[in-house]
């Protein structure tokens, strides 16, 4: 079994940073993409950011050039930079994996809320 586990998230204003972490643990042969998603009230669940091993990363359109994701395989953490913050970023972030070439294993989510 694999476990994600996030922190990192809080309370910014508008125009500030936060950094996201993800660890993963448990039994992990590979990880093939890692990743963070999101999900505002009331709005579907959302690709934010993902780093496929040895493939490049992907963004969503909204968040290009505000929020880099980057990797420590060593350490099987991902992370995400997330500056420039707007109050349309608030939402509950997941952590996201694709490991042992098997299946999709998620986070239980942080908050993140910006005030404007």
């Known amino acids: 079994q694999v476990q994600l586990v996030e922190s990192g998230g809080g309370l910014v204003q508008a125009g500030g940073s936060l950094r996201l972490s993800c660890v993963a643990s448990g039994t992990i042969f590979s990880i093939n993409v890692m990743g963070w998603y999101r999900q505002a009230p009331g709005k579907k669940r959302e690709l934010v950011a993902v780093?496929?091993?040895?493939?490049?990363?992907k963004y969503a359109d909204s968040v290009k050039g505000r929020f880099t994701i980057s990797t420590d395989r060593a350490k099987n953490t991902v992370y995400l930079q997330m500056n420039s913050l707007k109050a349309e970023d608030t939402a509950v972030y997941y952590c996201?994996?694709?490991?042992?070439?098997?299946?999709?294993?998620w986070g239980q989510g942080t908050q993140v809320t910006v005030s404007s």
């Open positions: 780093i496929p091993s040895g493939g490049d990363t």
């Open positions: 996201y994996g694709h490991m042992n070439g098997l299946r999709d294993y």
